[in-house]
């Protein structure tokens, strides 16, 4: 039995049974085999192509970061930690990570459940819902400070209830905070976990089911090791991006030193007293931790995924 080759396939055969030869006594036909796809693919070679990704990150991304680091070098070693290391500062990085970190976390939880009900159940007004999870990423960050600032002020729909009630203050204080970054941060989560938990099959929990397994058994066992690498996506994402948060955050917040005031607030205050050197000095340290978290996730994740081809293997 002859065996088809690729180059056969490639090129129909002549009556004779060779290879059909083009008019003018060209090359034949090429194969189309892995050579030939890197060789004629839609985007250009390897090298052009890492040339122009590299190029653009330098001029959006790297050459911005490192003039930070380089305007800051300016200040000395002694007064670039005297200004990082200011109480006022270091209040700063506690109120902004801290918030941070919390509102990635609630968001993590809660960003699973919205996408669980989008992506499982059938209810009337879904389209609706899904549309709003998109609202933060289209709402100016200013126009979100104000509407939370109004609704949790201390007259406000729901901040006079809470205050009555359970003497419990949002505005103004870091709960405000934490409320803000929420907010912002969760479309981050539902957006990376949903198309995760569209492609997990439902015969894989009712195969768990069939065996015995109850659902906290599916759900820790089945589900959450398939979903783990968006959900730790989706937690970076919402981290990162209240890290950096101005607009939303400075309205709610008060602005009081020592007790609700956010990083980036402290760094524009540096811009407007024309202290630039002293501004990216600040921005150095966040722009160190925020990487450094980023590293920690992503190292996490590797690990993850390290362990599921172990298993698999």
Do not use: H
Request: hydrophobic share 55%; aromatic share 10%; charged share 10%.
């Amino acid at each position: 039995m002859s065996t088809l080759t690729p180059s056969v396939i490639a090129g129909a055969a002549t009556p004779e049974g060779g290879p059909r030869t083009p008019r003018g006594g060209g090359p034949g036909p090429v194969a189309i085999g892995r050579g030939a796809r890197s060789r004629f693919g839609a985007l250009p070679g390897f090298g052009l192509s890492m040339g122009y990704a590299v190029l653009y990150l330098s001029l959006l991304v790297l050459i911005p970061l490192a003039a930070l680091p380089i305007s800051s070098a300016s200040l000395g070693w002694e007064r670039f930690w005297a200004v990082v290391t200011d109480p006022r500062v270091i209040a700063s990085y506690k109120l902004t990570f801290g918030a941070s970190l919390i509102a990635a976390l609630v968001n993590t939880v809660f960003g699973l459940i919205v996408a669980w009900c989008l992506v499982r159940y059938r209810f009337p007004g879904k389209k609706i819902i899904d549309a709003l999870v998109d609202l933060p990423f289209a709402l100016p960050t200013a126009v979100a400070g104000i509407a939370l600032t109004a609704l949790y002020a201390p007259n406000g729909w729901l901040g006079a209830p809470l205050q009555r009630w359970f003497d419990l203050k949002v505005a103004y204080t870091p709960i405000g905070i934490v409320i803000a970054l929420i907010f912002i941060g969760l479309p981050f989560v539902v957006r990376t976990v949903q198309p995760v938990l569209e492609d997990v099959e439902r015969e894989i929990e009712e195969a768990a089911a069939s065996l015995g397994a109850t659902r906290l058994q599916t759900f820790g066992r089945v589900l959450l090791p398939t979903i783990m690498p968006a959900l730790l996506t989706g937690f970076t994402l919402a981290l990162a991006r209240a890290i950096g948060e101005y607009g939303s955050v400075v309205f709610i917040a008060g602005n009081m030193p020592m007790v609700s005031e956010i990083t980036p607030l402290l760094i524009i205050a540096k811009l407007e007293q024309y202290d630039y050197a002293a501004a990216a000095a600040i921005a150095t340290v966040m722009l160190s931790f925020s990487f450094a978290l980023l590293l920690a996730v992503n190292m996490l994740q590797w690990w993850q995924s390290r362990r599921g081809l172990g298993k698999q293997s």
